[in-house]
T-cell receptor, first 114, second 108 residues
Framework: DTGVSQNPRHKITKRGQNVTFRCDPI?????LYWYRQTLGQGPEFLTY????????KSRLLSDRFSAERPKGSFSTLEIQRTEQGDSAMYLC?????FGLGGYTFGSGTRLTVV | EDQVTQSPEALRLQEGESSSLNCSYT??????LFWYRQDPGKGPEFLFT???AGEEKEKERLKATLTKKESFLHITAPKPEDSATYLC?????????FGQGTTLQVKP
């Protein structure tokens, strides 16, 4: 297994456009997490899935953000009507139940909204 | 509210100058405390997990310790390649809650 894979690595978009990111977790991991990280800050929790079920969404996650994990495999995070404040690194992580064995992170998708 | 605070925010050391990074936490029922290393433009890389007060783990020049209220990451005789941001996180309700990180710079 090559670990957690995220695509694209970088995305530049104009304000108001929609963007979608993809995360492929470690195959045997049933939990998948999305985090957002801005410069000089630690990762901030957005949402997580157990298999295909979305179990928790942060209060920080506005209605413009939606995440899916069809069939409990890869996940997508979509941001509609992007704003400059959405510029950040979006990180994906995966784990087994209750974080057993640890949480493995991908390399992230760097979003720049111009 | 579950919270993690790291100090200092930034630390500059000379090569070989040992020091410690602090992670203070408040969490309802600690299930695990995690340390990660993050290089610029990359995702966090796992270092250690600690589960109970008094536990210690070591890896090369790094040693992590845990008490009921805080964790320390001790760096012994650091090298320039140890320069990175070190993140502390607590496991709460199935997810990780991170501190803001400590950015370490080791000068040769």
């Amino acid at each position: 297994d090559t670990g957690v894979s995220q695509n694209p690595r970088h995305k530049i978009t104009k304000r108001g456009q929609n963007v979608t990111f993809r995360c492929d977790p470690i195959s045997e991991h049933n939990r998948l997490y999305w985090y957002r990280q801005t410069l000089g800050q630690g990762p901030e929790f957005l949402t997580y899935f157990q298999n295909e079920a979305q179990l928790e969404k942060s209060r920080l996650l506005s209605d413009r953000f939606s995440a899916e994990r069809p069939k409990g495999s890869f996940s997508t995070l979509e941001i509609q009507r992007t704003e400059q404040g959405d510029s950040a690194m979006y990180l994906c992580a995966s784990s087994l139940d209750f974080g057993l064995g640890g949480y493995t992170f991908g390399s992230g998708t760097r979003l720049t909204v111009v | 509210e579950d919270q993690v605070t790291q100090s200092p925010e930034a630390l500059r050391l000379q090569e070989g100058e040992s020091s410690s990074l602090n992670c203070s936490y408040t969490v309802s029922g600690l299930r695990g405390l995690f340390w990660y290393r993050q290089d610029p433009g990359k995702g966090p890389e796992f270092l250690f997990t600690l589960y109970s007060a008094g536990e210690e783990k070591e890896k090369e020049r790094l040693k992590a310790t845990l008490t009921k209220k805080e964790s320390f990451l001790h760096i012994t005789a650091p090298k320039p390649e140890d320069s990175a941001t070190y993140l502390c996180a607590v496991q709460a309700w199935g997810k990780l809650i991170f501190g803001q990180g400590t950015t370490l710079q080791v000068k040769p």
